[in-house]
């Protein structure tokens, strides 16, 4: 099993910045493409930032240039540095990881809560 663990949310004004961590444990081995997802209140989740193959990046259009996803694999950690923030990003932000050995099988933070807000 795996677990996810997010931390770093918060209140933040906007243009502000802030950094989310996903530490990774468990059966760490079994997984790949740790990423961040965002859901907002009435909206469907939606890719944030994901790394893909290798050290492939995928951003979504909406925080390219101020979003930039990164690892630790060391410390078995996905950070997420948002910049720039303004009031459409604020959503719980939840960490994604997938199995890499069986198809369809992915994992889930509880997620954590990014307020944009003057």
């Known amino acids: 099993q795996v677990q996810l663990v997010e931390s770093g949310g918060g209140l933040v004004q906007p243009g502000g910045s802030l950094r989310l961590s996903c530490t990774a444990s468990?059966?760490?081995?079994?997984?790949?493409?740790m990423g961040w997802y965002r859901q907002a209140p009435g909206k469907q989740r939606e890719l944030v930032a994901t790394?893909?193959?290798?050290?492939?990046?995928n951003y979504a259009e909406s925080v390219k240039g101020r979003f930039t996803i990164s690892r630790d694999n060391a410390k078995n950690t996905v950070y997420l540095q948002m910049n720039s923030l303004n009031p459409e990003d604020t959503a719980v932000y939840f960490c994604k990881a997938r199995n890499k050995y069986v198809t369809g099988i992915n994992y889930w933070g509880q997620g954590t809560q990014v307020t944009v807000s003057s």
């Open positions: 468990g059966s760490i081995f079994s997984i790949t493409a």
């Open positions: 790394f893909t193959s290798g050290d492939k990046t």
